[in-house]
């Protein structure tokens, strides 16, 4: 998973890094616009997950950063949620590119001069050995991510 914060008897080991985007509907007075700002999106009502989890607080962060306010208008659980949402014209998104596949009905526009990217990886309990299937997993997860892995 993603860990912002890493408790001090766990061992994080970023496998994956991924891009913030902002996600709209096709033909979205956004995805006509070369560099969209957080003042543009501001204008529209975002779809975010939970407002306990981590995005809703970097969104936040980010919009109180340019001195902005942002409006949600919908709070939804699950990525595949958000996405069916947004293609239904509900309203826009700030995600990240691991749950796009391409196979959506969206735009998606980047968003790296607001939101850092998200890292994905291991999370283990320091001190405990891996079985050899473990660490064999391990190893193939690295294999299989090494040309996306965290920096």
């Known amino acids: ?54 995005t809703w607080g970097m969104v936040k962060y980010a919009f109180q950063q340019q001195n902005l306010s942002f409006k949600v208008t919908l709070e939804a659980g699950g990525w595949e949620v958000i996405k069916k949402y947004v293609e239904m014209g509900m309203g826009i998104s700030i995600v990240t590119d691991i749950c796009l596949t391409g196979c959506e009905k969206l735009e998606r526009i980047p968003l790296k001069d607001y939101f850092p990217q998200r890292d994905y990886g291991l999370v283990l309990r320091k001190g405990k050995f891996l079985s050899p299937q473990a660490q064999r997993f391990v190893e193939m997860l690295i294999e299989v991510y090494q040309d996306r892995v965290a920096a």
């Open 1 to 54: 998973g993603s860990m912002l914060e890493v408790p001090e008897d766990i061992s994080y080991q970023p496998v994956v890094t991924y891009d913030p985007v902002l996600i709209v509907p096709p033909g979205h007075p956004l995805a006509k616009i070369k560099n969209v700002t957080l003042e543009h999106i501001s204008q529209y009502g975002l779809i975010l997950p939970p407002r306990h989890l981590s």
